[in-house]
Antibody, heavy 116, light 112 residues
């Protein structure tokens, strides 16, 4: 059974960098790929990007200039960084494991608030 | 980006009665590999989303058979044959065909 757990600061100041980690258990990792998604009342559900086991990525063009994803297979973790955050980046952030170009397994989500 | 438009946005239903949610895409969701990457998710109150249906009509593991998906091209439907109390929540369609993956705005299912 795949389990995913997001972790990171719940409060980030405007203009600073949001950094989250997703810890994976129960998945082999080989050929897997993973995503970050966020949810807010203003924007609904928004796909942020994907990262593959190999480390290759593809990002939502609307966020591409501010987003970086990375994977650490030795720790069974992958990470998200969003730079220059504003209040519009406030929301619940989910990590997922993907299959069939969709989100098969989800973490419980972590609320990130951007505020001074 | 592909825009997914769901209807209705709110769906009051009677227990034991059927329910149906529509998802229309701004362009065809047939991928160059011939497959259609249109999926359905359920989000119960206070929970993370859960995928119910993948590639239009395939139920994920553990999903009750009262849930079914159908459609093609740009028009898709999620059906619940007999609504139960545990089905309350928000339902989203999502496409993974286009380079930028997108969600519908969600349909809230509630019990009358």
């Amino acid at each position: 059974q795949v389990q995913l757990q997001e972790s990171g600061p719940g409060l980030v100041k405007p203009s600073e960098t949001l950094a989250l980690t997703c810890t994976i258990s129960g998945a082999s990792g080989a050929y897997d790929y993973w995503s970050w998604i966020r949810q807010s009342p203003q924007k609904g559900m928004e796909w942020i990007g994907n990262i593959y086991y190999s480390g290759s990525t593809n990002y939502n063009p609307s966020l591409k200039s501010r987003v970086t994803m990375s994977v650490d297979t030795s720790k069974n973790q992958f990470s998200l960084k969003v730079t220059s955050v504003t209040a519009a980046d406030t929301g619940i952030y989910y990590c997922t494991k993907n299959r069939y170009r969709g989100f098969e397994n989800w973490g419980q989500g972590t609320l990130v608030t951007v505020s001074s | 980006d592909v825009v997914l438009t769901q209807s209705p946005l709110s769906l009051p239903v009677t227990l034991g009665q059927p329910a149906s949610v529509s998802c229309r895409s701004s362009q065809s969701l047939v991928h160059s590999d011939g497959k259609t990457y249109l999926h359905w998710f359920q989000q119960r109150p206070g929970q993370s989303p859960r995928r119910l249906i993948y590639k239009v009509s395939n139920r994920d593991s553990g999903v009750p058979d009262r849930f079914s998906g159908s459609g093609s091209g740009t028009n898709f439907t999620l059906r619940i044959s007999r609504v139960e109390a545990e089905d309350v929540g928000v339902y989203y369609c999502m496409q993974g065909t286009d380079w930028t993956w997108t969600f519908g705005q969600g349909t809230r299912v509630e019990i009358k």
